[in-house]
Nanobody, 123 residues
Framework: QVQLVESGGGLVQEGESTKLSCTAS????????VAWFRQIPGKEREQVGC????????HYLRSVKDRFTISRDNTENTVSLQMHSLKSEDTATYFC????????????????WGPGTQVTVSS
């Protein structure tokens, strides 16, 4: 079966770092563009960034552009979101999603979605 699963969420203190992973099963993730989204309770889901199959990344969320990095490891069939200098406002559910074509500002272009993983940043 085709699925994406996020991992690495949990409780983190302000200023610390954590790394989220998106692991695919049932298909080769390296052939897809993969985006990270996050959703703060009560707010709209927003795209953090996206990595294309060729490894190029696009940063969509200005507030985390200088702190978050997306990378991929095709041997592990994963895409990661490295998060540095975490702030309380980073508390959210984080999702990964894949697209057959290029990265897109439109979330409707993404075919598969993971269930999300919760990141809570405490002060």
């Amino acid at each position: 079966q085709v699925q994406l699963v996020e991992s690495g969420g949990g409780l983190v203190q302000e200023g610390e770092s954590t790394k989220l992973s998106c692991t695919a099963s049932g298909f080769t993730l390296g052939s897809y563009s993969v985006a990270w989204f996050r959703q703060i309770p009560g707010k709209e889901r927003e795209q953090v960034g996206c990595i294309r199959s060729n490894g190029r990344t696009i940063h969509y969320l200005r507030s985390v552009k200088d702190r978050f990095t997306i990378s991929r490891d095709n041997t592990e069939n994963t895409v990661s979101l490295q998060m540095h200098s975490l702030k309380s406002e980073d508390t959210a559910t984080y999702f990964c999603a894949s697209a057959v074509l290029r990265c897109s500002e439109n979330q409707g272009e993404y075919d598969y979605w993971g269930p999300g993983t919760q990141v809570t940043v405490s002060s």
